[in-house]
């Protein structure tokens, strides 16, 4: 016990340390206590509920390292720029990186003085870091948004069921699962499914007080958003469809005098990140975005969040939603949705599920596209262009990612998020030898000199570099620097690693013809089973009039919620309620005064306090209609006093 609290103790050090705050957010607290106690966990804490500080705090308590899992490369490389912002040592290791700099990585995980390492879960299939992994000095598994791990969840990761594989490795090694969004079974299933021993369990409620949900079902729903936006103070975020979509929108808030952008995966990698910096810093108010924006950002002011489409899952809105008002002061969750747009998400779901034939297409024409014989591949990565191969094979891209999707589900391949990978170089020759070649070779002394000044380590392992960088320095042009570098890498001086922003595609086994591809064909009915689950929820959502902060919560097992009181549904019913206890007040007055009393209709009106001048003339004429008052062409009065 004493040395449980010692090591709380610690914990709450290393918060104010590295983190700057001195006590943990609610639940916070019981989790890392859970976690120090050597407990398998499972937390459920909202978006923005500072679910990283549950495994980074812990992990920095503990002697050796914490091995992170997460299907979220851009997250992941988020997380480990900020750990390494604040003096802690991290990496992260996923999909497009080659075989040697991963093993100069898990060397340095062995060997140095890491903390975190970040994996991608598809990095679990890997042979070497199954093996490097067992030689580390491990102290926690963290799983961060372990919903994919479910079947039943709105986003499965095949690969996610390979994670229980860390238990034969690492026995005894607590493992600590994080997500924000999980139904009850989903809940279960993750336990199950990672083969948690005594489970400790921490769920916030999901209910967010200060978020006020509001759904509008209407055709023009432009000029809906036009309103919002110029009745809602602060900035917000507008989430639609498609890429196309991001542009239009923001082009159409521009010309209403809104400062708006849009972000897609799409765009170039820098212009990406000055756009999401400027939003951030305010000098775009509005961004309108794929819901490829907003992961792993923390911008707690934002007052609104709309969404111009339909989503395809409860699970999917409550975490783009959420990204709205996490200072806790009121913010609004608005849903523009009509009728077409159900056709639209029902249209979707019919696109999501390819035949078993044209799954074996897709993976056919991959093989075509790659120019991989049958019964090779096996292991390799590729670049991907999804848009270049579905132009070149004429097929549809909700198809071909829904095919690509069963494939990974069978272990064929996976498929990574659009990444960007800096450049990369490492010296693999030794300081002797380069030195040697340097005096041989003086038309590549020059760049092999500033390389040395201006990257220490790269004899060490992988440094990050920039072509352009180089060709300022060397006073030539961009592309003979990448010409000398691909010539160096060919003479065997260095290992150069050129910058990509595309997803990786790997085969996992080689390449087999289409007669020996088995597809699991009860796998797709069920994900039709699910996603049609998924489907009904978000129209009923949209469509029953019941609070809405209720129907969320109770998605998510909250069962006995109370009301909001501030969603478009609650507003509805207090208005109805406030309307009908002024229309008592009025008929409670309206008698009482024709009970001593005939009365004009403007000496009535005069007369009666409650109301306005519509609802008292309103409640005259409802009362003359039900014969409970009388007029005699003049004044009014009250039945009984004939």
């Avoid at 997380?79 to 093993?103: F, H, P, S, W």
């Avoid at 897709?362 to 591949?377: E, K, N, R």
């Avoid at 996976?414 to 030794?430: D, G, W, Y």
């Amino acid at each position: 016990m004493l040395v449980l609290m010692y090591l709380f103790m610690k914990a709450v050090e290393i918060l104010k340390k590295y983190w700057g705050f001195d006590n943990f957010r609610p639940l916070q607290a019981d989790i890392i206590q859970s976690v120090l106690d050597g407990k398998d966990t499972l937390a459920l804490l909202p978006t923005g509920g500072g679910k990283s500080i549950c495994f980074q705090v812990p992990a920095m308590v503990l002697d050796g390292i914490c091995i992170v899992v997460s299907p979220l490369i851009a997250l992941m490389k988020d997380q480990v720029e900020n750990l390494k912002a604040k003096g802690i040592e991290a990496i992260a290791i996923y999909a497009g990186m080659g075989k040697r700099e991963i093993d100069i990585l898990l060397d340095n995980c062995i060997y140095g003085n890491i903390k975190f390492l970040y994996l991608s879960p598809e990095r679990l299939l890997s042979e070497i870091v199954k093996e490097r992994i067992s030689y580390m000095n491990v102290n926690l598994i963290a799983i961060d948004e372990a919903h994919c791990i479910s079947q039943w969840g709105y986003d499965f990761r095949p690969p996610y069921l390979k994670i229980k594989d860390l238990r034969t490795i690492l026995p005894g090694k607590p493992i600590l699962a994080l997500t924000a969004t999980a139904t009850a079974f989903v809940k279960e299933d993750i336990i199950q499914r990672l083969e948690m021993k005594d489970a400790q369990i921490f769920v916030k409620s999901f209910a967010r007080k200060n978020l006020s949900y509001v759904v509008f079902d209407l055709e023009d729903k432009h000029k809906k958003l036009i309103e919002i936006v110029n009745n809602v103070k602060g900035c917000g975020l507008v989430y639609v469809r498609n890429r196309r979509e991001t542009a239009e929108i923001a082009h159409f808030l521009q010309r209403n005098g809104i400062a708006a952008d849009f972000y897609h995966a799409g765009i170039e990698k820098e212009l990406r990140f000055k756009k999401q910096e400027d939003w951030k810093k305010d000098v775009i108010r509005v961004m309108v975005a794929t819901n490829a924006f907003g992961m792993g950002i923390d911008k707690p002011d934002v007052r609104f969040v709309i969404h111009l489409d339909l989503p395809d899952s409860l699970e999917a809105y409550y975490q783009e939603a959420g990204r709205a008002g996490r200072d806790e002061k009121r913010a609004f969750a608005v849903l523009l949705a009509n009728k077409s747009d159900q056709l639209i998400l029902n249209a979707k779901y019919a696109d999501s599920f390819p035949t078993v034939n044209e799954i074996k297409k897709v993976y056919h024409y991959l093989g075509s596209y790659f120019q991989l014989a049958y019964g090779a591949g096996e292991g390799l990565s590729f670049e991907f262009d999804l848009a270049d191969f579905c132009k070149k094979f004429s097929v549809g891209v909700i198809k071909t990612l829904a095919a690509l999707k069963f494939l990974e589900h069978d272990g064929y391949l996976v498929l990574s998020e659009n990444i960007f990978l800096q450049s990369r170089i490492m010296f693999i020759a030794n300081h002797e030898d380069v030195y040697r070649f340097q005096i041989e070779n003086s038309g590549y002394d020059p760049i092999i000199k500033t390389i040395q000044r201006s990257y220490g380590g790269a004899f060490d392992g992988y440094v990050k570099i920039k072509e352009s960088d180089l060709s300022n320095r060397l006073k030539i042009s961009y592309q003979d620097v990448i010409k000398h570098l691909n010539s160096l890498q060919q003479l065997e001086i260095l290992s150069y690693l050129p910058q990509t922003d595309q997803p990786q595609l790997q085969f996992v086994l080689p390449r087999a013809d289409q007669l020996h591809l088995d597809i699991d064909v009860n796998y797709i009915k069920l994900r039709q089973q699910i996603q049609m689950d998924q489907i009904k929820a978000v129209l009923a959502y949209s469509s029953t009039l019941k609070c809405r902060s209720q129907q969320l919560l109770a998605y998510f097992g909250e069962i006995n919620a109370e009301k909001c009181e501030f969603c478009d549904v609650c507003l509805a019913e207090r208005k109805l309620e406030d309307a009908a206890q002024i229309n008592d007040k009025i008929d409670f007055e309206i008698t009482t005064l024709l009970q001593s009393q005939h009365c004009s209709l403007d000496d009535l009106v005069n007369h009666i306090h409650s109301g306005s001048e519509a609802q008292k003339i309103e409640r005259i004429r409802e009362l003359l209609d039900a014969g409970k008052i009388k007029y005699d062409g003049k004044k009014y009065y009250l039945k009984s006093n004939l």
